[in-house]
């Protein structure tokens, strides 16, 4: 493996850097050391994953140099750099072209293939990499860091208990269009609970409406078993993800994160194209209509269809197999700092 240092810029939300996650491995794994640039929260998340070395927010003022001419600090930062890869809906952008200015050995991936194209999108961008690369439709190559203590110790507070099926919702997504009515879903978790002793988070983030939140915290206060998880950390909403026995979504970020953690993922299509868009993962199935349809004409039925298998194999935990883990939980928290504090955030 030859040793140099890459430097990437990619400044999407969070399922458009999850889909060029391939990508990143494969850099990762033939050049050594690898500097992501992007949205905070995001790239910091994927070098805690271990996806990448080191992470640099998009948003620090050097960077506003790239659209005009260069600033001095930005050229000597990407000087220790011996090649980029600008990660751009656009062959040939102002961009780019500054980072090549800095950078010789730059070069520009695509993110988005030609209309014309059936191609999956992180497949599209792989090509690019490597001719004749090929991506397989069940990966799933996040792994996530150790949170998991963090995340049991919030559910267990939440009231969750290790004999019930863990579902995740995520009613929202970054497009109005792409999501499917708030009622269908509160409908889908009613009829998932009388199927299975199903403890359900509804997720949220800021991509959401106020009034979406809103809603989904007021329902979550009513009903038993319910609980509205709002801005959780990416770290902390991945470790729970990866607990959950199933995932139901739209076509969103969220949606890719559970299926790259390996969650059983069931993802709703209705004006995006799944065959470009689907999530990666081991486990993901999706929804759609035969056509690119409003979301609306997805019926809680057909939703059901796929989730019933999923949560009736969920196995039963006996009561022995509980008060085991309870034990064993004690048993690790012994062991760490008494001062040490970890802070619960999403409480509706």
Not at 21 to 44: F, P, Q, T
Not at 149 to 159: E, M
Not at 179 to 186: A, V
Not at 279 to 294: F, T, W
């Amino acid at each position: 493996m030859t040793c140099m240092k890459t430097f990437v810029y990619h400044d999407g939300a969070l399922g458009d850097v999850l889909l060029s996650l391939a990508c990143l491995e494969r850099l990762k794994a033939d050049s050594g050391e690898i500097h992501l640039a992007g949205r905070g929260e995001i790239v910091r998340f994927l070098k805690d994953a271990g996806a990448v070395d080191a992470a640099i927010s998009s948003d620090q003022a050097m960077f506003a140099s790239l659209y005009s001419a260069i600033d001095p600090v930005l050229q000597a930062f990407l000087a220790g750099y011996d090649r980029a890869y600008i990660f751009t809906a656009q062959e040939h952008t102002v961009a780019a072209a500054a980072f090549s200015t800095a950078i010789p050995n730059t070069r520009t991936i695509r993110t988005i293939p030609p209309d014309e194209s059936q191609m999956h999108v992180a497949q599209y961008r792989l090509s690019q990499l490597e001719q004749g690369a090929r991506l397989s439709s069940q990966y799933g190559g996040l792994h996530v860091p150790p949170e998991r203590d963090i995340s049991q110790s919030f559910l267990r507070k939440a009231g969750y208990n290790p004999t019930m099926c863990l579902i995740a919702v995520h009613p929202g997504s970054g497009g109005r269009l792409k999501c499917w009515p708030l009622e269908r879903y509160f409908e889908l978790i009613e009829r998932l609970q009388s199927l299975n002793d199903a403890f359900v988070i509804l997720f949220t983030g800021d991509a959401e409406a106020d009034e979406l939140r809103k809603t989904v915290c007021s329902y979550a206060r009513d009903r038993k078993n319910v609980l509205h998880a709002a801005d959780f950390e990416l770290i902390v909403a991945a470790s729970v993800l990866s607990q959950c026995a199933l995932y139901i979504g739209n076509d969103s970020g969220f949606s890719h994160l559970a299926g790259m953690v390996g969650c059983t993922t069931i993802a709703l299509f209705g004006p995006t194209d799944p065959l470009r868009w689907k999530p990666l993962g081991p486990r993901v199935e999706v929804v759609s209509l035969d056509s690119v349809s409003p979301m609306e004409h997805i019926t809680v039925d057909a939703v059901i269809k796929k989730a019933e298998p999923v949560i009736s194999t969920v196995p039963t935990v006996t009561y022995t197999d509980v008060v085991r883990c309870r034990q064993n939980t004690t048993a690790i928290h012994s062991t760490q700092d008494a001062g040490k504090e970890t802070k619960d955030t999403g409480r509706c």
